[in-house]
């Protein structure tokens, strides 16, 4: 028996050594998964703000020493950036900050002398509802923590504002809408990819190069059949994240749909190119895998790295983020809830199609290759 297992082990050795592809494939995965995720999940633990520093004295000495200190077993609480107020308000303003706190000038003379409740002030990007809640959270801790050693008699308010939407963003909302991206084009590079690798697996190229109706309506009519297939996936996913995360179906405008359909012209032009280049369906599954995570991690995100992105990796990724322009089609599809059509950002939309036709021409180009060299197979 134990012969017996050391012969299969050796086969499967020797096979995978002459043929490591599937093995490359099955480790790709779990490792870009797991890379991403580790530094998208940093962010959580500490928040970059930057302060506005009105007042001199004492109190804001103190104040502002506890905001760079404090902190829990992940790290500091706050990263403070600057605290002069001409450079705050101008990183805030500018997106580099995802909140700013204003320590108003009559902060140290309230504080002395007890004519009226002293004030700070909290300006939060509130790109998501757990953003805003994390800054409100740690931002009063450091106010008790003040008063309980400096000013016990006095009540500090802090008074809030957004700058990004009117409202409050949904967690569950801003999630909702990355999943659903995710969705779209992850079953639209699958799907396309496979109906065309097919073709090869199935040895049925051959009807293909006789044919006269040219290689274009061959991709074309693979989309039309990849978006009956992804429609179906589309409705199922918004099915369970109605139930499972609230998900206002009954409020998606006419325009989501546009953005909807987008992803999927995207992710069909990602699919074809894998689907003739790669020709087998095992790769082309992996491969949409691989690049369906990293759009939910990174462009699905992009709003929430991007005012962690003070440095190392974290910035590095965002910054590559901030250049695919998924992620501005995501901003648009969460802004369908929020704001004016007047909001949204169309310059993803240029780059979007820009790429997709580059993806469609660059497969069709290589149909054409791979067809004319298939000797009918």
């Known amino acids: 028996m134990l012969k017996g297992i050391k012969v299969i082990v050796w086969k499967d050795l020797k096979i995978t050594r002459r043929n490591p592809s599937l093995m490359v494939l099955s480790i790709i995965v779990p490792v870009v998964f797991v890379f991403l995720y580790s530094l998208i999940t940093q962010v959580s633990a500490t928040n970059p703000v930057v302060i506005a520093r009105e007042s001199e004295g004492e109190f804001s000495d103190r104040f502002v020493g506890i905001l760079t200190d ?24 500018n997106g580099e900050a995802e909140a700013l ?37 740690r931002l009063s801790h450091a106010i008790y923590l003040f008063q309980q050693a400096t000013a016990p008699d006095h009540n500090i308010e802090i008074v809030q504002q957004y700058a990004k939407f ?8 801003y999630i ?38 040219g290689f274009l309506p061959f991709v074309l009519g693979k989309w039309v059949t990849a978006f009956l297939q992804t429609l179906i996936s589309v409705v199922f996913v918004l099915g369970i994240m109605s139930v499972t995360l609230s998900f206002p179906i009954t409020r998606m405008a006419p325009i989501l749909w546009f953005w909807i359909a987008l992803l999927f012209l995207f992710g069909g032009a990602v699919g074809s190119m894998l689907g003739v280049w790669l020709r ?38 965002w910054r590559l983020s ?19 059509a007047a909001a949204y950002e169309f310059k993803g939309l240029l780059l979007m199609l820009a790429f997709t036709a580059l993806f469609v021409f660059m497969s069709v180009f290589r149909l054409k290759r791979n067809l004319s060299y298939s000797q009918g197979q």
């Open 70 to 93: 404090m902190s829990s077993v992940d790290g500091p609480y706050f990263i403070v950036q600057t605290t002069d107020p001409n450079e705050a308000f101008r990183r805030y303003e």
């Open 101 to 137: 706190i204003e320590i108003p000038a009559a902060f140290d003379q309230d504080l002395k002398q007890r004519t009226s409740a002293p004030e700070v002030k909290l300006y939060v990007h509130n790109i998501n509802s757990d953003a805003t809640k994390n800054f409100q959270i």
């Open 166 to 173: 009117p409202r409050d963003v949904s967690m569950k909302l």
């Open 176 to 213: 909702s809408i990355g999943l659903l991206m995710f969705a779209i084009t992850y079953t639209s590079m699958v799907n396309t990819g496979m109906l065309i690798a097919r073709e090869w697996e199935e040895r049925t190229s051959k009807e293909i190069v006789l044919t006269s109706i």
């Open 280 to 317: 087998k369906s095992m790769p082309v599954i992996t491969l949409s895998a691989v690049i369906g995570i990293f759009l939910y991690l990174v462009c699905g995100n992009e709003s929430s790295i991007r005012g962690f992105a003070y440095g190392g990796p974290v910035e590095w990724l």
């Open 322 to 340: 901030s250049r695919i322009p998924v992620s501005d089609v995501v901003e648009n599809m969460r802004s369908t809830f929020l704001a004016s």
